[in-house]
């Protein structure tokens, strides 16, 4: 099975910290993302990376980077952390062309206070 | 207009009934769709694919109407197990991020 690891599931920063949500999966899928989910607005696409430091935005990027540096390891870097990004973030990887299941962790309940 | 909805529900279903629902699109180019299960606070799992001309996964049906640009997931003989929120997900190309999401529609199966 394929297994996608968020390291942090719950967290609590105060605005303005440095947040770092990290993502490793294990089945050498070249497609990775993060999406946030906020009740009533659904998943919404926040960056993907398709190749190791390779990264695009996603349909919300504004106050989010990420960092691809290894393949099995796709990170989301809030800079600046808000109190409206308080949210649950999931990390997904998908097989590409080839494949249609995408697999998400179990996400990360984010609370910004 | 979204993309992608779904009636957010709650759907409250007796034990052992049969429950239906849709999801409509607004982008024709739409290619691939998808149902996932989402249990509360958990991450959204596949539950089906939905295809042309329709199929079926035990007591799970799947619908595609392309001209009237919805897909459909029908639920019989419920059980209480099946009490989740189902998203739905439209893909509009080969590689994985065109997926627009829907917001979820919630069913509640009560004994």
């Known amino acids: 099975d394929v297994k996608v690891t968020q390291s942090s599931r719950y967290l609590v920063k105060r605005t303005g910290e440095k947040v770092f949500l990290e993502c490793v999966q294990d089945?050498?899928?070249?497609?990775m993302f993060w999406y946030r989910q906020d009740p009533g607005l659904g998943l919404r696409l926040i960056y993907f990376s398709y190749d190791v430091k390779m990264k695009e935005k996603g349909d919300i990027p504004e106050g989010y980077s990420v960092s691809r540096e290894k393949k099995e390891r796709f990170s989301l870097i809030l800079e600046s952390a808000s109190t409206n990004q308080t949210s649950m973030y999931l990390c997904?990887?998908?097989?590409?062309?080839?494949?249609?299941?995408?697999?998400f962790g179990e996400g990360s309940w984010l609370t910004v206070v | 207009r979204k993309e992608v909805e779904q009636d957010p529900g709650p759907f409250n279903v007796p034990e052992g009934a049969t429950v239906a629902f849709n999801c409509t699109y607004s982008?024709?180019?739409?290619?691939?769709f998808f149902w996932y299960r989402q249990d509360c606070r958990k991450e959204p799992k596949l539950l089906m694919s939905v295809y042309s001309s329709g199929n079926e996964d035990g007591r799970f049906t799947a619908q595609l109407n392309r001209a009237s640009q919805y897909i459909s997931l029908l639920i019989r003989d419920s059980k209480l197990s099946d009490s989740a929120t189902y998203l739905c997900v439209v893909k509009r190309g080969a590689a994985g991020n065109k997926l627009t999401f829907g917001g979820g529609t919630r069913v509640l199966v009560k004994p």
């Open positions: 982008n024709s180019a739409s290619q691939s």
């Open positions: 997904a990887t998908h097989a590409g062309v080839s494949g249609n299941t995408i697999y």
């Open positions: 089945m050498d899928h070249e497609n």
